[in-house]
């Protein structure tokens, strides 16, 4: 798999910002393009329609807008009361008016943005804890938001695919999932393809990759 052994990419700040503005971009096309009744309609994360999976990049928006809070004032404010509670609001929007999800959706895009827009330099530094209870620095929220919009966007199942999005950040994206997964050079003899599709069987997404061992969902 040539396109991931023995190579590290560097992910800057400015790239994390470069691609939330691009992901947004897209899937803000993505969900301006359905009308009231696509958003009922099954996305491509087993059990979720469009309604679920809209009201949860909203709420995502929120929630990292509550880590950027905590860096712009110091005052602790978690992503998210609970786990428990996390699913039970996506739950409930899958049962919002599409509307009202489209809404929410743009709403908290940009609140998220205009938030990221106020930090200073120093506030970046600042920790803060994520919904994994891991402590990262505020500077790394870009990059799980540019996460979220761009491999959400492919789940969508509006036609966009892992090839639709920027060969910069798959290759940032593969380099994170392989470290998390733990897996070796070993594990990848003989996966091999192009960079979408192996960013693509990385995530736990269909794919066209022969020979590939079944991975979980991820993210």
Same mark, same amino acid.
Do not use: C
């Given at each position: 798999?040539?396109?991931l052994?023995?190579?590290?990419p =560097? #992910?800057?700040?400015?790239?994390s +910002?470069? *691609?939330?503005?691009?992901?947004? @971009?897209? %899937?803000?096309g !993505?969900? /301006?393009?359905?009308?009231?009744?696509?958003?009922?309609a099954?996305?491509?994360?087993?059990?979720?329609?469009?309604?679920?999976l809209?009201?949860?990049?909203?709420?995502?928006?929120d929630?990292?807008?509550?880590?950027?809070?905590?860096?712009?004032?110091?005052?602790?404010?978690?992503?998210?009361?609970?786990?428990?509670?996390?699913?039970?609001?996506?739950?409930?929007a899958? =049962? #919002?008016?599409?509307e009202?999800? +489209?809404? *929410?959706?743009?709403?908290g895009a @940009?609140? %998220?943005?205009? !938030?990221? /827009?106020?930090?200073?330099?120093?506030?970046?530094e600042?920790?803060?804890?994520t919904?994994?209870?891991?402590?990262?620095?505020?500077?790394d929220?870009?990059?799980?938001r540019a996460?979220?919009?761009?491999?959400?966007?492919?789940?969508l199942?509006?036609?966009i695919t892992f090839?639709?999005?920027?060969?910069?950040f798959?290759?940032?994206?593969?380099?994170e999932?392989?470290?998390? #997964?733990g897996l070796?050079?070993?594990?990848?003899?003989?996966?091999?393809?192009p960079?979408p599709?192996?960013?693509a069987?990385?995530?736990?997404?269909?794919?066209?990759?022969?020979d590939?061992?079944?991975?979980?969902?991820w993210?």
């Amino acid at each position: 798999m040539s396109v991931l052994i023995g190579t590290t990419p =560097t #992910r800057t700040f400015d790239d994390s +910002r470069r *691609w939330v503005a691009e992901g947004t @971009a897209l %899937l803000t096309g !993505a969900v /301006d393009g359905l009308d009231s009744p696509a958003f009922d309609a099954d996305s491509q994360l087993p059990g979720w329609t469009r309604k679920h999976l809209v009201g949860h990049v909203a709420a995502n928006a929120d929630a990292l807008g509550n880590l950027i809070s905590w860096a712009e004032t110091g005052v602790e404010k978690r992503m998210y009361a609970s786990t428990e509670q996390r699913n039970a609001d996506i739950e409930e929007a899958a =049962t #919002r008016p599409a509307e009202e999800l +489209r809404s *929410w959706y743009h709403r908290g895009a @940009a609140e %998220l943005d205009a !938030a990221m /827009d106020r930090l200073t330099p120093e506030q970046w530094e600042h920790e803060v804890i994520t919904a994994q209870l891991v402590t990262r620095k505020a500077s790394d929220v870009p990059w799980m938001r540019a996460r979220e919009v761009f491999v959400h966007a492919v789940d969508l199942g509006v036609g966009i695919t892992f090839a639709d999005l920027p060969d910069d950040f798959l290759l940032a994206l593969a380099d994170e999932i392989r470290t998390k #997964r733990g897996l070796a050079d070993d594990d990848l003899l003989g996966v091999e393809g192009p960079l979408p599709e192996v960013a693509a069987w990385l995530a736990g997404r269909p794919h066209d990759l022969v020979d590939a061992p079944t991975l979980g969902s991820w993210l």
